[in-house]
């Protein structure tokens, strides 16, 4: 069984926020991300949309994000 949960892309957002990631600049639903030390990431989810298991451990490898941070 997978460690990820599958959870709101809010709720992600808020996490990623948490960690240290910034809106740089947002361009329609497109929000690029930075963070000191990582390259920039594009988030391209809308609010309510929900992110499973396996997407969230691609993200998580791109941003530094652990389940604990959930």
Excluded: N, Y
Aim: positive net charge.
């Amino acid at each position: 069984m997978s460690q990820w949960p599958s959870i709101k892309s809010r709720r992600l957002l808020s996490a990623l926020f948490s960690i240290g990631w910034t809106v740089k600049r947002q361009t329609g639903s497109h929000k690029t991300l930075a963070r000191r030390g990582w390259p920039d990431f594009v988030f391209a989810f809308h609010d309510g949309e929900e992110i499973g298991p396996k997407m969230l451990s691609r993200i998580a490898k791109h941003t530094g994000l652990t389940p604990e941070d959930l």
